[in-house]
Every structure is written in C-alpha cells, then in structure tokens.
C-alpha cells in the first residue's frame, strides 16, 4: 500500500507559477512510477505527466515546455513545477503512482490549483 499526500496548490494570477509536491509513504515499489493527472470542472481526469524511478519522463502535448515533473527518491516525493499559468490550466491536480506506468494504481486526494485571469 502507499499513500500520498500532495500540497502546493492555492490561488494565482495567470503568468505566474506554482510547485507542486507529493509525498509518498508505504510500499517502495509502489512509486516506482508516478505521475499527475488534473480534472477540470466539467471534465474529465487527463494526463500532466509521468516520470519513472529513474527519471524518464513523459507529457501530454499540450503541457510540454510549461509544466515541469520531478522526483527526489531519496524522500519519496514527486514535484510538478508549473510555469505560464493560464485560466485553462484551472483543475484538481492528483498524484498518481504504481509499481509500473501500466499499473498507477494509487491516489492522492488531490490539490487544487485556480488561475485567475
């Protein structure tokens, strides 16, 4: 079992930036694979991005070149550092991990993250 919790989310005005963590606990090979995904209001859940334990990563297209993920193993914890900001970019941002990208079969609770225009 593993368990996340993730926190960074709040409030920010479009252009700026936010960093998210989340900070795994539980099973090592439960993170060998971790990810974010986001659901909008009205949407649904999609891909942020993924990044395995030795730091291949993987975004959805649309995110390339704003979004950031990381990882420290040493602390079990995932970073998504979030640059530009835009209004679209609005959503619930989840932590998702598994022992494999084809088994993520763990979640956080979630963080929110608002951008004002």
């Known amino acids: 079992q593993v368990q996340l919790v993730e926190s960074g989310g709040g409030l920010v005005q479009a252009g700026g930036s936010l960093r998210l963590s989340c900070a795994a606990s539980g099973s090592r090979s439960g993170i060998n694979a971790m990810g974010w995904y986001r659901q909008a209001p009205g949407k649904q859940r999609e891909l942020v991005a993924t990044?395995?334990?030795?730091?291949?990563?993987n975004y959805a297209d649309s995110l390339k070149g704003r979004f950031t993920i990381s990882r420290d193993n040493a602390k079990n914890t995932m970073y998504l550092q979030m640059d530009s900001l835009k209004p679209d970019d609005t959503a619930v941002y989840y932590c998702n991990t598994g022992p494999s990208l084809g088994l993520m079969v763990y979640w956080g609770q979630g963080t929110q993250v608002t951008v004002s225009s």
């Open positions: 990044i395995t334990y030795g730091g291949t990563t």
